[in-house]
């Protein structure tokens, strides 16, 4: 079963979603009534397969709403980032050609700056924007009905433009309807993570990044429920956490660090033995922060490398880990892992090169609009092996260690340095909140480290930098201790835990700041 009709039908009243902040519900019976009515509305609009649809709403409990109807209308749905400027999310808008528009009223200033795009449906969800129709009104016109023909329509997810101006990562229709399905996303939840009926799957990222947005089509599609959260607190986590005796949580590093950095009193009363999978990915996990949630949440960390693009991924349970501390895991299904240096030659066990992934089953993917972006991930002489950009390692049993992207590594003194060991070391310091590590211009070596920290909340800040430089230089090579360390109040993240390190690089490049 792949969308919310055949739940409706067996249990009307069971929960699909439900906002932990607030307690509110939708029932699976209110998700696949409205996401016909919705769909029923979007036709009658005018829209046909292949159309799309874009959404400006925040974890609300309708925001899987729009998902649903435009999987069961042949449409493309696209959640757009409410942290965007207007001109982003403009950009945006007019590059997916977004027929039909939903936005939720607290993101009316978003709205107003895209009033001048050719739309021929605008909602506005909980409350009045000007140019558009009342969400509840024009759902109410239409009836609980599914279209004459529901052919499966796509996410059309922009990448969250941390190494430049997003991308919509685009793939063809199949041509199959809503009830035959498109089982891949549902056989890697349920073989990777065991997601079934019974599952309660929380997260506290927002579903318009690809992965929230994946896990609840996927724990909606097998009938359980799926939790969310307006946004992440770590004390407000555990509390829903036993509240809703959750089996699934899906996770991000920054959030183990915030954790982590609890009192003990409070770590020790929270009750966690609900929890089967804790699912990480997103960023990379020091190794001693998730050996720590391992020692305290038992062996349910478990942790994944994948991309928006879908064109391949890695498992690894926390058995597995402890064993390859560091790994993100051997290739899942059917994907086969290849290393290779800028020649697309193939690198033999424990040499860093680019990873490529060979998927039989993965669906082609392209970036809309950009034929160059879009070849740049294909490999030179195998076009099926396609790249994130990322660069690692294979070790002899087939785990993959990643070392950094190609776009972030320093280049000083002609030796490549990466920030993510830089930072791994440093995030270990209890006076750290969090950190990156970025390349500034050096006249003599063309870069030189700096490290960019967001101090914890107790903090002795006077002399903090020096410290964070003697700790570093106490654990890694001379080379790789940064010289310049600036502290600042927060680091630019998207709240899916996803460091902007592009924007942190422009404005070191710009601006002149003050150096400890």
Same mark, same amino acid.
């Given at each position: 079963?792949?969308?919310?009709?055949?739940?409706?039908?067996? &249990?009307?009243?069971?929960?699909?979603?439900?906002?932990?902040?607030?307690?509110?519900?939708?029932?699976?019976?209110?998700?696949?009534?409205?996401?016909?009515?919705?769909?029923?509305?979007?036709?009658?609009?005018?829209?046909?397969?292949?159309?799309?649809?874009?959404?400006?709403?925040?974890?609300?409990?309708?925001?899987?709403?729009?998902?649903?109807?435009?999987?069961?209308?042949?449409?493309?749905f696209t959640p757009i980032n409410t942290y965007l400027r207007h001109d982003e999310a403009a950009f945006v808008v007019e590059n997916c050609q977004a027929s039909a528009l939903i936005v939720e009223a607290r993101f009316a200033d978003l709205a107003a700056g895209l009033i001048h795009l050719p739309m021929a449906l605008r909602l506005s969800l909980d409350g009045p924007i000007d140019g558009h129709q009342d969400y509840d009104d024009v759902l109410a016109r239409y009836p609980a009905e599914p279209l004459?023909?529901?052919?499966?329509?796509?996410?059309?997810?922009?990448?969250?433009?941390?190494?430049?101006?997003?991308?919509?990562?685009?793939?063809?229709?199949?041509?199959?309807?809503?009830?035959?399905?498109?089982?891949?996303?549902?056989?890697?939840?349920?073989?990777?993570?065991?997601?079934?009926?019974?599952?309660?799957?929380?997260?506290?990222?927002?579903?318009?990044?690809?992965?929230?947005?994946?896990?609840?089509?996927?724990?909606?599609?097998?009938?359980?429920?799926?939790?969310?959260?307006?946004?992440?607190?770590?004390?407000?986590?555990?509390?829903?956490?036993?509240?809703?005796?959750?089996?699934?949580?899906?996770?991000v590093p920054t959030m183990f660090v915030r954790l982590l950095r609890l009192p003990a009193d409070v770590r020790a009363a929270a009750d966690v033995t609900s929890l089967r999978f804790a699912m990480h990915g997103a960023s990379p996990c020091p190794v001693p922060v998730k050996r720590a949630m391992i020692d305290w949440w038992g062996p349910v960390i478990t942790e994944y490398y994948a991309g928006s693009e879908d064109n391949g991924s890695t498992v690894i349970s926390s058995a597995e880990w402890l064993?390859?501390?560091?790994?993100?895991?051997?290739? &899942?299904?059917?994907?086969?892992?290849?290393?290779?240096?800028?020649?697309?030659?193939?690198?033999?066990?424990?040499?860093?090169?680019?990873?490529?992934?060979?998927?039989?089953?993965?669906?082609?993917?392209?970036?809309?609009?950009?034929?160059?972006?879009?070849?740049?991930?294909?490999?030179?002489?195998?076009?099926?092996?396609?790249?994130?950009?990322?660069?690692?390692?294979?070790?002899?049993?087939?785990?993959?260690?990643?070392?950094?992207?190609?776009?972030?590594?320093?280049?000083?003194?002609?030796?490549?340095?990466?920030?993510?060991?830089?930072?791994?070391?440093?995030?270990?310091?209890?006076?750290?909140?969090?950190?990156?590590?970025?390349?500034?211009?050096?006249?003599? &070596?063309?870069?030189?480290?700096?490290?960019?920290?967001?101090?914890?909340?107790?903090?002795?800040?006077?002399?903090?930098?020096?410290?964070?430089?003697? &700790?570093?230089?106490?654990?890694?090579?001379?080379?790789?201790?940064?010289?310049?360390?600036?502290?600042?109040?927060?680091?630019?993240?998207?709240?899916?835990?996803?460091?902007?390190?592009?924007?942190?690089?422009?404005?070191?490049?710009?601006?002149?700041?003050?150096?400890?």
């Open positions: 079963m792949t969308h919310p009709t055949p739940y409706a039908a067996r &249990f009307p009243d069971k929960h699909a979603v439900v906002v932990a902040d607030t307690g509110a519900v939708l029932t699976y019976r209110e998700l696949d009534d409205q996401s016909k009515q919705l769909a029923q509305a979007w036709h009658a609009a005018g829209l046909r397969p292949g159309d799309h649809v874009a959404s400006i709403v925040g974890n609300h409990v309708r925001n899987l709403v729009g998902y649903w109807a435009a999987m069961r209308s042949g449409l493309y004459t023909d529901e052919p499966l329509g796509k996410v059309m997810a922009y990448s969250s433009g941390s190494t430049g101006r997003p991308k919509g990562i685009k793939r063809p229709l199949t041509g199959a309807s809503i009830q035959d399905g498109d089982t891949a996303g549902l056989d890697y939840a349920r073989r990777a993570y065991a997601v079934g009926e019974d599952t309660v799957c929380l997260s506290p990222a927002p579903l318009y990044h690809a992965a929230p947005l994946s896990f609840a089509a996927a724990v909606i599609g097998s009938g359980g429920t799926f939790i969310i959260m307006e946004r992440f607190d770590p004390e407000r986590f555990l509390a829903a956490v036993a509240q809703y005796r959750v089996t699934h949580a899906l996770v064993k390859h501390p560091g790994s993100v895991g051997q290739a &899942f299904g059917d994907s086969v892992i290849h290393i290779c240096d800028a020649m697309g030659v193939e690198q033999p066990a424990g040499t860093d090169g680019i990873v490529y992934f060979e998927s039989p089953s993965s669906r082609p993917f392209e970036y809309h609009g950009e034929g160059g972006k879009t070849s740049a991930t294909r490999h030179p002489v195998h076009p099926a092996w396609t790249t994130l950009g990322d660069v690692g390692h294979l070790d002899d049993d087939g785990y993959l260690y990643l070392t950094d992207r190609t776009d972030y590594m320093i280049i000083s003194g002609g030796v490549n340095i990466s920030p993510q060991e830089i930072e791994n070391v440093m995030i270990e310091h209890p006076d750290v909140l969090d950190v990156a590590v970025i390349g500034v211009p050096n006249e003599e &070596f063309g870069e030189e480290v700096k490290a960019v920290v967001q101090p914890a909340e107790a903090a002795r800040v006077d002399d903090l930098p020096e410290r964070l430089r003697t &700790f570093v230089h106490e654990r890694l090579a001379r080379h790789k201790v940064p010289r310049t360390v600036d502290l600042v109040e927060a680091l630019p993240r998207s709240p899916a835990g996803k460091l902007y390190k592009r924007q942190l690089r422009e404005k070191y490049l710009t601006t002149t700041h003050r150096k400890q």
